[in-house]
Nanobody, 114 residues
Framework: QVQLVESGGGLVQAGGSLRLSCAASGSIFSINTMGWYRQAPGKQREFVASITTGGNRKYGTSVKGRFTISRDSAENTVFLQMSSLEPEDTAVYYC????????WGQGTQVTVSS
């Protein structure tokens, strides 16, 4: 089992920045992928970004160039630096860990006001 705890969400004005963190604990494999998804009210969960233990990064089209994902593998923690935030970025952001099985955090709310 893997437990994920997210932090860093909140309310920010359009154009502002936020940094999300997700700490993983439990049965962590040395090779894995961690990432972020988001879900806005009435919409499907959407891929935001991911990063492997080897440092390979992927981004969703809507956030490319504005969000940056990074990780501290020694601490099993992944970060999402979000800049130039837009009201459309408002959603619950979920952390994901995957290696064989997939685990999800409980989510953290990000609200961007116009």
């Amino acid at each position: 089992q893997v437990q994920l705890v997210e932090s860093g969400g909140g309310l920010v004005q359009a154009g502002g920045s936020l940094r999300l963190s997700c700490a993983a604990s439990g049965s962590i494999f040395s090779i894995n992928t961690m990432g972020w998804y988001r879900q806005a009210p009435g919409k499907q969960r959407e891929f935001v970004a991911s990063i492997t233990t080897g440092g390979n990064r992927k981004y969703g089209t809507s956030v490319k160039g504005r969000f940056t994902i990074s990780r501290d593998s020694a601490e099993n923690t992944v970060f999402l630096q979000m800049s130039s935030l837009e009201p459309e970025d408002t959603a619950v952001y979920y952390c994901q860990y995957s290696w064989g099985n997939v685990y999800w955090g409980q989510g953290t709310q990000v609200t961007v006001s116009s």
